[in-house]
């Protein structure tokens, strides 16, 4: 368009034109050509074949009665993507929490970015079959030698001038589909990083679920070591009451004061596990450690600090969300919906596809370059249509000699590939064993929480009566601080059961795959 619009003459303009013209028509035939090429040749390589997920139709562990594995998969997966919003009956704080996380948590932010990283790869790689067209242009003067002939001699001083502009043009066909795996390959790729950020979520979710759930059972903990330091405070007052008055020996005010300071020596640690939470806490929401402490700890003992209730009986707000059973997936759909599973299963098609990428180096390579331009001593004529130049060269290039090279690295990535099966089944194993242990892990936390809840109610009682009888000289003091330190004991692990069983849940929720949903990621080009 340029060239016609700065034409100078009729005569010349149609050279230009005629020029143009000619030139069009011989690159559009190559292209053509190239096309019909292209369309005609199916890539090399070998084609992808989704490898089939060998579960079992049934989960070995026994499940409780308030859990059921659904014959159609069939657990609720928008409830199961947010299940930290209803388990336990919905603790506002762990939601807050867990939303702030996933909103703000630097391991996110870098698998987004890594997400990022693979949608722009894409697109470069994807220009690998398109041509590429360069505009150049300069001027030089020169004066050749008078010795060569080329020059009259005393005309050495004149210099000679020449002035270019134009378009050079490469293409090289896609003719073996190289381009077109690599193209494959990246949009696995991208479908890769895509799981591996939904995985993050899970894990994000899940990790602070479980400082959570050990914040709130050191609390307890804490709860629990103060209310018995109050009762054996008690018992000290009374025995050096006792010992005033001459009811007992310094042995029993000795023994009780002992006590009291081992139960108060559980304290700091449990206060230390607190704080420690906190700060994992607050790291994961994307602040400094200490930034949540506050919020976490100011206040006194209630429910809303209390650990997150698990189900019992039917009662359960289920994996899926709905209350009632506890609805588990099949294995074969839980695998299905497990993000780490989906990305193993995408990295084994990034890996077959690089094996044509590798592959198409074994044919030859064809290829177009092409320039057009006008060159003149003048300026004044630059667009003359007499000072128009062109060329075009249709090329190929075969590396016949290259000692193996070629083969050892189709070696390679089918070495690769095989490696990507692997991991994908081993990933599918680990999937249905981490889903089997924590179903067996939550039923036994269970089980033991309600025999030591049991355990507590009884020694309460003899605590009572063992007190009771002290008072009235029926019983030693031996027996008093024996019942009391086995409270104390019992309660710890009452406490400490209930908020291990509630780690199994967390680890349960995140086996099942739950934290992520379709709208939290776009969906991939090559998908």
């Not at 697109?123 to 505009?135: H, N, Q, S």
């Not at 939470?277 to 790291?283: D, F, H, M």
């Not at 370059?369 to 090329?395: C, H, Q, Y």
């Not at 291990?500 to 086996?511: D, E, H, R």
Request: net charge neutral; glycine share 10%.
């Amino acid at each position: 368009m340029a060239m016609k619009a700065m034409a100078v003459s009729g005569g010349r303009m149609g050279g230009v034109r005629l020029m143009t013209r000619v030139s069009s028509a011989a690159v559009l035939l190559v292209l053509a050509a190239g096309s019909v090429v292209l369309t005609g040749c199916k890539a090399v390589g070998p084609e992808y074949v989704e490898p089939k997920t060998v579960a079992p139709e049934a989960w070995a562990s026994p499940m409780p009665a308030w859990m059921t594995a659904a014959p159609d998969g069939g657990a609720d997966g928008a409830g199961l993507a947010r299940w930290w919003t209803q388990w336990g009956g919905g603790d506002a704080t762990l939601a807050s929490l867990v939303t702030r996380a996933l909103e703000s948590n630097l391991d996110l932010r870098l698998a987004m970015e890594r997400l990022t990283e693979a949608r722009v790869a894409r697109g470069l790689v994807a220009a690998g079959d398109k041509p590429t067209v360069d505009a150049n242009g300069g001027y030089s003067r020169s004066a050749p030698s008078e010795t060569t002939g080329q020059t009259p001699k005393g005309d050495f001083g004149e210099g000679r001038d020449l002035f270019q502009i134009g378009l050079d043009a490469r293409w090289e066909l896609d003719v073996w589909g190289r381009t077109r795996r690599a193209v494959e390959a990246a949009d696995a790729d991208i479908a890769q990083a895509t799981w591996l950020m939904r995985d993050v979520r899970v894990m994000i979710a899940a990790e602070v679920a479980r400082n959570y759930v050990e914040l709130r059972t050191a609390q307890q903990r804490v709860a629990i070591a103060r209310q018995n330091v109050e009762s054996q405070q008690q018992t000290l007052d009374l025995t050096e009451n006792r010992l005033r008055a001459g009811l007992t020996s310094e042995l029993d005010v000795t023994r009780a004061r002992s006590q009291l300071a081992t139960t108060r020596a559980a304290i700091p640690d449990f206060e230390a596990q607190i704080r420690t939470s906190a700060y994992a806490l607050s790291v994961l929401t994307g602040q400094v450690p200490g930034a949540l402490v506050e919020e976490l700890t100011a206040g006194p003992m209630d429910a809303k600090r209390a650990i997150p209730a698990l189900p019992m009986g039917d009662v359960s707000a289920g994996a899926g969300g709905g209350g009632g059973k506890l609805v588990l997936a099949v294995p074969t759909e839980v695998v299905r919906q497990r993000a780490d599973v989906r990305a193993a299963e995408r990295a084994i098609a990034s890996a077959t596809a690089r094996i044509g990428v590798a592959t198409a180096e074994l044919y030859p390579s064809f290829g177009l370059s092409g320039a057009i331009g006008l060159a003149t001593k003048n300026l004044g004529e630059m667009f003359d249509g007499n000072s128009r130049v062109w060329s075009i060269a249709p090329g190929v290039s075969w590396n016949v000699l290259d000692f193996g090279r070629i083969r050892a690295n189709i070696g390679v990535q089918e070495a690769r590939a095989a490696q990507a099966l692997t991991a994908y089944e081993a990933s599918v194993l680990g999937a249905l064993r981490e889903v089997d242990t924590a179903i067996v892990q939550v039923q036994s936390g269970q089980q033991r929480t309600a025999i030591l809840g049991e355990a507590v109610a009884a020694q309460q009682r003899a605590v009572d009566l063992a007190t009771k009888l002290y008072r009235e000289g029926l019983a030693d003091f031996i027996s008093v601080l024996d019942t009391q330190r086995q409270l104390f004991l019992l309660q710890d692990q009452a406490v400490a059961s209930e908020g291990g069983t509630a780690l199994s849940m967390v680890q349960l929720y995140k086996a099942l795959g739950g934290g992520w949903e379709e709208s939290q990621a776009v969906t991939n080009p090559g998908q």
